[in-house]
């Protein structure tokens, strides 16, 4: 079982997707219509690359301090899916845009 | 026995004589039947080949422009193109929803549909293919769809299922969020939306995505007012629907019948959602329910006119004020959206089907079993296959289900629907539907009657 979840968190980065209200996306709409929100998730382990090596060597010989940097590629949307209309509680409609992700890859 | 045996000999004839009315091919049935031959387009396409048919239809042209059906037809010349094209391709011609070159196929069907019929008719024929199989795609679609939401919290609003499963396309999200955004989006401090731009977008969704997702946001069924509210909200009414004044529905037919794709699918919808009984003429509720959908973005735009569950009241945006001594006619083209029992049921019918488990609960019990020599089979030949179906079970569903949710519904007037179903089917005779037909299949049905009638006489003298 250990296995499984240590294997789960080792994906590689990719798109997911959820079921969820307008609500529960905490934008500040009142409204209990369910869209897909789909999101970025996995590791980016192959996409190192030799700034990242050498960003994180350099900064253990402690020649970085104080700013704040980040020494692994990151899994986060390349684009966003089309905009989202819904009518919420009121009765009024409203559209927001790059709500779901569209495309992933390591950044 | 001779007697007996001259009897089975006349009704077998009588059958023939029948199957034989409803095979004949579509050209004597004026263009009403269910198998049209040709698409007005393609029609032109092969009168221009001809020479004396495209003159005589270039001919028809110039004699339509400007002038009224009088005076064409006291035209010698004119009158001479009319009778040449009735010979042609393009007589009976229609045209597909969403077809190619829709609008250059509906034009010509027009001109020569204008040059035979004057276009003063109270109804006019939909120019547009009969749709042949009632129980299509959106209909089972929806249920398919609608089975797979197990959630009871939901199973309160289907409207805000229907928006779900909406939602959960990427097709359907992207046209909804399309006209909903083009809809919402204020101009300036003086015009609150482009009513242009939204109702071209409302056409653009209602073209292209599937009706089973489509009709489930229009129709869905509702048992509460939020549920209503959020149906009557659908084509975003603040932009598409309302305006400042209301104009005169006349006024504003005319306007409709100014224009091409207006006029044609209000004869559409003319054609598919007249009442007949408590039923539609056409007994296809898919296909009123099309030509409703059909007029949505256009000048006769219909909605719901409140968020009332259980009474839902359908009518484009207009009045009767001011008709003069138009009125009754006036009266007359608002009551077949606002008092119209086959968009009613249609609608209802559409609601029972979605939800699976309802209609499993009710097995449909047909209200009465006609022997088959005047059931509806006979009375209308063309229509035998489309039928079936929803014949014997939807319109009882509708019912039987009305009646049992009787508690949140105004009892005395849906009782009264389902009595007169059953009163009315008993003395249902081809002859009596003829008269509530419309032209073209009148013909071909009147037909079949005096057929009837005269086996009839002729059994008797055998007696």
Known sequence: ?107 | MARAGLLGLLLALGRVFQAWAGLSPPATLDGHGWQSPVDCARANELCAAEPGCSSSFRTLRQCLAGRDHNTLLGNKECRLALEVLQGSALHGCRCRRRMKKELSCLQIYWSLHLGLAGGAEFYEASPYEPISSPLSDAFRLASIVSGTDSAAASRSNPCLDAAKACNLSNDCKKLRSNYISTCNKEVSATEHCNRRKCRKALRHFFDRVPSAYSYRLLFCPCKNQACAERRRQTIVPDCSYQEREKPNCLTLRSHCRAETFCRSRLADFHTNCQTFLTSCSRDNYQACLDSYTGLIGLDLTPNYVDASFSNPVISPWCSCQGSGNMEEECEKFLKDFTENACLRNAIQAFGNGTDLTFSRKAPPQPLLTLPPAIGRASALPYSVNDSSLVDNTSVSITCTSRQESGAQVNQSKEQSLCSSEKSLTTALMPEQKTLVETKGSGNQLSFTGTVSAVLFLLVKMAM
Request: with cysteine; charged share 35%.
């Open chain 1, 1 to 107: 079982n250990r296995m499984k979840r240590a294997k789960a968190r080792h994906k590689p980065c990719s798109l997911k997707e959820l079921e969820v209200t307008i609500s529960e996306l905490g934008l500040g709409y009142n409204s209990d219509e369910t869209v897909l929100f789909r999101y970025c998730s996995g590791t980016c382990d192959s996409a190192v690359r030799n700034y990242d090596i050498s960003l994180k060597h350099v900064r253990s010989m402690r020649k970085i301090r104080k700013e704040k940097v980040r020494a692994r590629p990151c899994c986060r949307p390349l684009s966003y899916d089309d905009d989202v209309s819904f009518l919420d509680t009121g009765n009024r409609y409203y559209t927001v845009n790059e709500v779901s992700a569209k495309e992933c890859g390591c950044v």
